[in-house]
């Protein structure tokens, strides 16, 4: 038994918002999860600090499959991105403890390496075509093995996925949500060029990826992915909102390239239909927004079934400790795909010292006890919350469209 003693929430804002969750057991072993939720943060802090932590003090640690259903069935509110936040953040401070007090990196605990490491793609975007090849030549010389192109779109003044800064691309940009226009039209002519660039000046030892952001109807999203089939993406990202998981029929009857959705999703039942009619191929369900490790394990099985793979969602908003989570997860799981590594800055890092690593294109979670990162209470205090947002997408006649 490692009776849970204490848990609280720790909100800090090194650059950009993080809430994460620190349970202690009577032995004083601690454990962190992450709980951030891009842009409604607080409502995850609440929902922990009211009404999750009352519920865990004098529970086993050790109990991670019971203290899961406790929260999920006991609540009786099922799923949703806020329930599911805060589960998964309970759930990753709980196998971070259970490797603590075993002496052993969480990925062991899981069956152990399926592989020497997880490959991950970098984010290459410009404003233009020739900015975005130019910081693609940037990633490879690094040793990435994948990146994903984003242009901006000719005659649109900005363009999700194309930041100012090089590396630190931030979506959540300001204290209420920013606009930003949006033409279809436009950018479909535009992507197929970048890609046919891309090629050109990468060759095709490299993978491609693209993410549509969900702004395409299923028609446009097939009509994309075949002009892109010259080019051999490796996926199309979001090619379509999925709330309506057939409509990922309509895509596929028109396009062999391979599609990756999910990053939204909290619960396999938003990707069952998706999965067993083999309507993707890569799964982006994350650690932090689906669960946990244990539910992402459960999307992992079943997808595994389908011949479906991993691609977790990895962008800045989930912190150092999902991103531990999820190579953990993704060196042990056997179908792993690719992991999304969008780089933290330098002031995240410093709040969240961590034992992963990457190298020659491929990421591993170090081998510390647990999920291997800490969090400097003192330099988090210094960055206090401060509210952003994502921004919201129009359509060029005021329309309010998919984000
Ligand atoms: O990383 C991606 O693929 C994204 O689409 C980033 C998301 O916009 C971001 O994480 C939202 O919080
Ligand atoms: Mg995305």
Same mark, same amino acid.
């Given at each position: ?19 994460t ?7 004083g ?17 609440s ?10 003090i ?12 406790y $929260?999920?069935? =006991? *609540?009786?509110?099922r799923?949703?991105? +806020?329930t599911?936040? @805060?589960?998964? #953040?309970?759930?990753? !401070? ?14 062991? $605990?899981?069956? =152990? *390496? ?5 490959? +991950?793609?970098?984010? @290459?975007?410009? #404003?233009?075509?020739? !900015? ?6 940037d ?28 590396y ?36 095709w030892?490299v ?32 090619a379509?909102?999925?709330?309506n ?16 959705v ?21 799964v ?12 992402l ?7 595994d ?32 795909g ?7 800055t330098?002031?995240?890092?410093a ?6 690593r990457?190298?020659d ?40 469209f998919n984000?």
């Amino acid at each position: 038994m490692a009776e849970i003693e204490a848990a609280r929430v720790i909100v800090t804002s090194p650059g950009r918002n993080f809430v994460t969750l620190e349970v202690r057991t009577k032995d004083g072993v601690t454990g962190l999860g992450d709980a951030t939720l891009n842009g409604r943060e607080l409502s995850v802090a609440s929902y922990l600090g009211d009404h999750v932590i009352p519920c865990l003090i004098g529970r086993d640690a050790h109990r991670i499959e019971d203290i899961w259903q406790y $929260l999920y069935k =006991g *609540a009786y509110w099922r799923r949703g991105p +806020v329930t599911m936040t @805060a589960i998964a #953040a309970v759930d990753m !401070a709980l196998w971070d403890i259970k490797g603590k007090v075993a002496g052993l990196p969480v990925y062991q $605990l899981l069956g =152990g *390496a399926s592989r020497e490491g997880c490959m +991950v793609y970098g984010h @290459a975007n410009g #404003a233009d075509i020739e !900015a975005t090849i130019e910081a693609a030549l940037d990633y490879r010389e690094q040793g990435y093995k994948a990146i994903r192109l984003q242009s901006g779109v000719p005659g649109l003044a900005s363009t999700y996925g194309v930041s100012k800064d090089r590396y630190f691309y931030e979506p959540a940009d300001a204290d209420l949500p920013s606009e930003n226009l949006w033409s279809t039209e436009k950018y479909l002519r535009s992507v197929p060029p970048l890609f046919e660039a891309g090629r050109e000046a990468l060759g095709w030892d490299v993978h491609l990826l693209h993410d549509v952001h969900h702004r395409l109807t299923p028609i446009e999203a097939g009509r994309l992915g075949r002009d892109l089939e010259p080019y051999r993406p490796f996926w199309l990202e979001d090619a379509t909102p999925a709330e309506n998981q057939e409509a990922f029929r309509l895509i596929r009857r028109h396009t062999t390239t391979p599609l990756a959705v999910g990053e939204i999703f909290n619960s396999v039942h938003d990707c069952r239909q998706l999965i067993q009619e083999q309507l993707i191929d890569y799964v982006r369900a994350t650690v932090v927004h689906a669960g946990g490790i244990t539910h992402l394990r459960r999307i992992a099985a079943l997808a595994d079934l389908y011949q479906v793979r991993t691609g977790c969602h990895g962008a800045t908003d989930l912190s150092p400790v999902s991103m531990a989570a999820a190579l953990h997860f993704g060196l042990s799981v056997p179908n792993f795909g690719i992991q999304e590594y969008m780089r933290h800055t330098p002031e995240t890092d410093a709040v969240f010292p961590h034992a992963y690593r990457f190298q020659d294109g491929m990421m591993h979670p170090g081998d510390t006890p647990g999920l291997g990162v800490g969090i400097d209470e003192t330099l988090a205090a210094k960055h206090p919350y401060k509210r952003a947002y994502l921004p919201v997408n129009r359509l060029q006649d005021g329309t309010l469209f998919n984000w």
